[in-house]
């Protein structure tokens, strides 16, 4: 799967910029043609992505966002989301449906909207050193 464009973006952990990645994100996957479902699959699963890093990854800073994303030949686009923040405890758990450590207004679906908008979800994180989270989504051809 050979590479036909990469880009990286760099961004502060703060609300205001949720909805700039969001676009910027999804500006870069237009290139591949998307329709207006595929494109708004990948900026849900982006938006929950940086949220969970505003929210979680610095719950009490300001911390940088990094965000890379790669569109391969054969029609795939590949963004990853990172952070250097507090990391994940225990992944497995934190993936389940209606999870959460903050409760209050969190409904702890973050993860399970991702999985369900893209077609590969992968999480890592360690904790005290941050989260990675993968998404893919394959771009039907036209």
Request: net charge positive.
């Amino acid at each position: 799967m050979r590479s036909k464009n990469k880009m990286r973006l760099v961004i502060e952990s703060r609300s205001v910029n949720e909805g700039f990645a969001r676009v910027a994100v999804a500006a870069f996957a237009a290139q591949l043609d998307p329709t207006v479902e595929e494109l708004a699959d990948i900026k849900t699963a982006v938006s929950e992505a940086v949220t969970n890093c505003i929210v979680h990854a610095y719950p009490s800073t300001v911390g940088i966002i990094y965000i890379t994303g790669e569109l391969t030949e054969n029609g795939t686009v590949k963004i990853k989301v990172r952070d250097k923040g507090c990391g994940i405890v225990d992944v497995k758990q934190a993936m389940e449906p209606l999870f959460t450590t903050l409760g209050g207004e969190r409904s702890g679906l973050g993860f399970a909207v991702m999985e369900s908008f893209m077609d590969k979800v992968k999480v890592s994180s360690t904790v005290n050193k941050g989260t990675s989270v993968t998404m893919t989504k394959i771009i039907a051809p036209r």
